[in-house]
């Protein structure tokens, strides 16, 4: 069952942009890929430091979880897509994704499909780094722009 999820994780997301007006998809596809570079970075530093512990994954990864090059660059052209023309909508927007991600899906879909194991960071500390990546990819997006 954790094979499937994390397969579906990887592949299904991409599928949800085929119902978008592709023009603006491609033009937040920069900031979704920016944003795999600093998560997979983040991923390596948690292994360092132990944040948290890969316990069930693809036969092709080794140290971070598939949900990061499928879900999770999907769901950032998805809250650009629909609230990037309003920062205060696009801040909030992700304050309340950051929030589920960290106290919902993590500890209870996560964590209990054994994707990985939270070890030396708590669901709050999560929660505080997710939220420190929104302004950075919105200054990146920013700057893309121009």
């Known amino acids: 069952m954790t094979q499937l999820l994390l397969w579906i994780t990887l592949i299904a997301p991409w599928f949800v942009l085929f119902f978008l007006d592709l023009k603006r998809v491609k033009h937040f596809l920069s900031v979704a890929f920016f944003t795999i570079v ?3 970075i983040f991923w390596q530093v948690a292994e360092i430091w ?3 512990e890969i316990t069930n994954n693809l036969f092709f990864l ?3 979880s598939a949900f990061n090059y499928g879900l999770l660059p999907v769901i950032t052209i998805l809250v650009f897509y629909y609230t990037y023309q309003n920062k205060w909508l696009f801040f909030g927007t992700n304050i309340i994704i950051d929030a589920i991600q960290a106290f919902i899906i993590s500890p209870f879909i996560f964590e209990k499909f054994g994707l990985y194991q939270m070890v030396n960071m ?3 500390g999560l929660y505080l780094l997710l939220l420190g990546f929104v302004p950075i990819i919105y200054l990146y997006q920013r700057w893309y722009d121009k």
């Open 122 to 124: 708590g669901n709050f």
């Open 50 to 52: 132990n944040w948290w």
């Open 38 to 40: 600093l998560t997979s």
């Open 62 to 64: 080794t140290n971070i």
